[in-house]
């Protein structure tokens, strides 16, 4: 069974694209372009995955974050690579802060991000 | 003597008729008042024995007063008279020849007011005129009057001074003399003052031999009791010092401006490549699944839109380094270490050049609080731009000198070159994000942004000197580390110089 990885963006663009590169690599995508909405579908689906955006309007990529974190079901685990186009503060510090995987910022190689979220998933195997 | 009651009626004033003696034939009523002997006990009298004060009693003044009325026809007299009791007063006296029907001198008519308060006011006038004359002259401010053409009619202490010709008249000399700018100044300030009366701290130079020295002035006019002009005052302040402050603080103004052109630029930069990442993603994503999906003939294309995804990812990120606002890690650093590890990397690609490389790294230059890392992006970017900037010379030298300021607070690192150098224009921009010189594959004009934007971090100062087709000069001042008092620098090693 293929992983299910759900991508939260508010823009469009980048949620379109990201969803087609990895329906093409053979994951089973899921999409929301606001943070309560990725909640909703947390309570509703298992994910393997979540790809996460920073900056939203109302709920940023790091309340999501620690709300999933506080959740009590299995899906508090749920593996999270965060994406922001800010760069300002230093991702070891991020990741140790906001309990996610793994901090990257736009843009980044495509090819180079699927390497990432293969090894991402795997990781969650062992 | 027929009339004695007209010369009875003058009660206030004394007229007194004497043969050439002094001995009295008319003594009227007035001449009572004022000395106060009767007309009867005056009669026949010596009038200097009655009337002049102790030392002139004797008689030779008399004469002589005789002497002035027979040659000149009249005398005045101002002098201390006495009364009957002894008291001394001052009176003004006319004396004239008195005449018979002939034309023959047959005695003297000398007629005498007492003025009792003259000789008091005439000394309030003078003290008066010396208390104001003293404060003239003890005016730290030069004050000078002219007359209506120009010409100096009084200078006081400090005039001389600041002109520093002592003793050297200056009465009478035209005033234009001292101007920088001669009689077209002093036309100036004449017209301004028959416009408006006076002026208040007007700005020129004045010209003392070589000296010039900047003076603030205020003027006035100066009128007669009828309200014509008859000429000006002026005060005059040297300027040096203030000027001296004035021009700091233009100077400090102008940096402020430039710290908050910076910052605000650097928000929205920030601002800017945030929302550029966004889209730069989606494209980078979709380029990607398109170069699988296409014929080899279109990959290429794709392959190319690609390359412009990474000149534009470039561009952000160095915006992204420009608008940095607080990742600095500072600690004690010693800035020719910077400078070493800078040419470490970039001294081969100089030789390949053909640069020659001058280095004069003070020995025991003390260390700054700084981002290592940070200064050498600075050194890196004024290399560069020193390199690229004597890509057409023929004589290409590149010197880098550090050194402590002159007061000691401040360690200088300066980057020279002999490249093309800039206008003043230029180097008005030159700070300015995306302002270039070079072509468009050199650069995109945020080197020195950056570096200025590091520097200022570090309460540190850059500055740029250029001349067209010598070369240019970059300063970066930074604050020395304050730890650093006792440091002993006397195991440092030194570096080598004229390394080329």
Redesign the interface.
């Known amino acids: 069974m293929s992983h299910k990885i759900l991508v939260v963006d508010d823009d469009i663009l980048v949620l379109e694209a990201l969803e087609e590169l990895l329906t093409s690599s053979g994951y089973e995508v899921r999409v929301a372009d606001r943070g309560q909405e990725a909640l909703e579908l947390l309570d509703k689906e298992h994910f393997d995955l979540l790809l996460l955006d920073v900056v939203m309007p109302k709920m940023t990529g790091f309340d999501v974050c620690r709300e999933v974190r506080k959740r009590d079901d299995e899906m508090s685990k749920v593996k999270i690579i965060m994406l922001t186009a800010k760069t300002e503060e230093r991702d070891s510090k991020i990741q140790e802060k906001y309990g996610c995987d793994l901090y990257l910022t736009k843009p980044i190689d495509p090819g180079r991000l699927k390497e990432l979220i293969r090894e991402t998933l795997e990781g969650s195997k062992q | 003597m027929p009339h004695d009651w007209i010369l009875d009626s003058a009660t206030h004033t004394a007229i007194v008729v004497t043969d050439f003696h002094g001995k009295i034939l008319v003594f009227n009523q007035g001449a009572a008042n004022l000395f106060g002997y009767t007309p009867e006990e005056a009669k026949d009298r010596h009038l200097p024995e009655l009337t002049f004060s102790k030392e002139d009693q004797h008689g030779r003044l008399f004469q002589q007063i005789v002497e002035r009325v027979r040659s000149e026809g009249w005398a005045e007299e101002r002098l201390f008279r006495q009364h009957k009791t002894g008291r001394v007063f001052p009176a003004i006296s006319t004396i004239t020849g008195l005449k018979d029907s002939a034309g023959k001198l047959k005695g003297i008519l000398e007629i005498t007011q007492g003025v009792p308060n003259l000789f008091r006011l005439e000394d309030e006038l003078k003290s008066s005129r010396n208390f104001l004359e003293n404060i003239l002259e003890s005016s730290i401010d030069a004050v000078v009057t002219t007359d209506r053409k120009g010409h100096i009619t009084y200078g006081n202490r400090a005039l001389k001074e600041l002109i520093g010709l002592r003793g050297h008249q200056i009465i009478g000399k035209h005033i234009s003399t001292y101007y920088k700018d001669g009689i077209d100044q002093a036309r100036e300030i004449m017209n301004k003052l028959k416009q408006f009366g006076r002026i208040r701290d007007y700005e020129f130079d004045m010209r003392v031999g070589d000296r010039i020295i900047p003076i603030r002035t205020s003027n006035t006019l100066l009128y007669d009791d009828c309200g014509e002009i008859v000429g000006t005052m002026g005060v005059f302040q040297d300027n040096t010092a203030r000027k001296k402050l004035s021009d700091k603080l233009s100077a400090t103004q102008a940096e402020l401006i430039q710290a908050v052109k910076m910052r605000a630029l650097g928000d929205l930069v920030t601002g800017v490549?945030?929302?550029i990442?966004?889209?730069?993603?989606?494209?980078?994503?979709?380029l990607?699944?398109l170069e699988r999906e296409i014929e080899s003939k279109l990959r290429k294309r794709v392959v190319l839109l690609k390359e412009c995804?990474r000149r534009i990812?470039k561009i952000v990120k160095k915006l992204?380094e420009f608008s940095?606002?607080s990742?600095f890690e500072f600690t004690a650093m010693d800035v020719n270490d910077a400078v070493m590890s800078v040419l470490a990397i970039t001294r081969q690609q100089l030789l390949n050049q053909g640069i020659e490389l001058e280095l004069r790294l003070c020995e025991n230059v003390p260390r700054v609080l700084g981002d290592k890392n940070q200064v050498e992006q600075v050194m890196l970017n004024l290399i560069s731009n020193a390199r690229d900037a004597m890509e057409g010379s023929s004589q290409k030298v590149l010197a880098i000198q550090t050194d402590r300021s002159q007061k000691g607070q401040q360690v200088e690192i300066e980057v020279s070159d002999t490249g093309i150098g800039m206008t003043p224009e230029q180097i008005e921009q030159i700070f300015n994000p995306f302002f270039t010189t070079k072509d468009s594959d050199k650069g995109i004009g945020l080197g020195l942004s950056i570096s200025y934007r590091i520097i200022d971090a570090h309460q540190g100062k850059i500055e740029v000197k250029s001349e067209l087709n010598k070369g240019t000069t970059f300063t970066v001042s930074l604050p020395v580390y304050q730890a650093e008092g006792e440091r002993d620098y006397t195991n440092k090693e030194p570096e080598g110089n004229n390394v080329s």
């Open positions: 490549a945030h929302e990442n966004n889209p730069l993603m989606a494209s980078d994503t979709f990607h699944l995804n990812e992204m940095r606002h990742e």
